[in-house]
């Protein structure tokens, strides 16, 4: 079981953990809600409780609740900028499906 981050990814999380002074590493769940069902939800780890399970990806440590894991393992996470936007993606193997605007999948 992992989750992986593309180098772009990892900057990108090791650049703004060191802009905030705090934070362990990054968070990677997901929440039911979307025209699809499931959306992530990308956010900072300060700590990490005991019901998380920890990856190691490119020097980063991904942290990632066990109730979530199930449906995200094996997902790769990139960084992408596209002129003035930029956003966290996700390539995620049991995604069956995603809504047009790519916020949340189906499995």
């Given at each position: 079981m992992a989750i992986v981050l593309t180098?772009?990814?990892?900057?990108?999380?090791?650049?703004?953990?060191a802009k905030r002074g705090a934070g362990v590493g990054l968070r990677v769940g997901i929440k039911k809600?979307?025209?699809?069902g499931?959306?992530?939800?990308?956010?900072?780890?300060?700590?990490?409780?005991?019901?998380?399970?920890?990856?190691e990806a490119r020097g980063v440590k991904v942290v990632v609740d066990s109730a979530s894991l199930p449906l995200i393992d094996g997902t790769i996470v990139d960084f992408v900028k596209q002129g003035l936007n930029e956003a966290f993606k996700f390539q995620n193997p049991k995604a069956k499906?995603?809504?047009?605007?790519?916020?949340?999948?189906?499995?």
């Open positions: 180098e772009s990814a990892a900057d990108r999380v090791r650049s703004h953990l809600t979307g025209c699809s499931f959306a992530y939800v990308v956010n900072y780890a300060d700590e990490i409780h005991a019901e998380d399970c920890v990856f499906g995603e809504c047009g605007c790519g916020e949340s999948f189906s499995v």
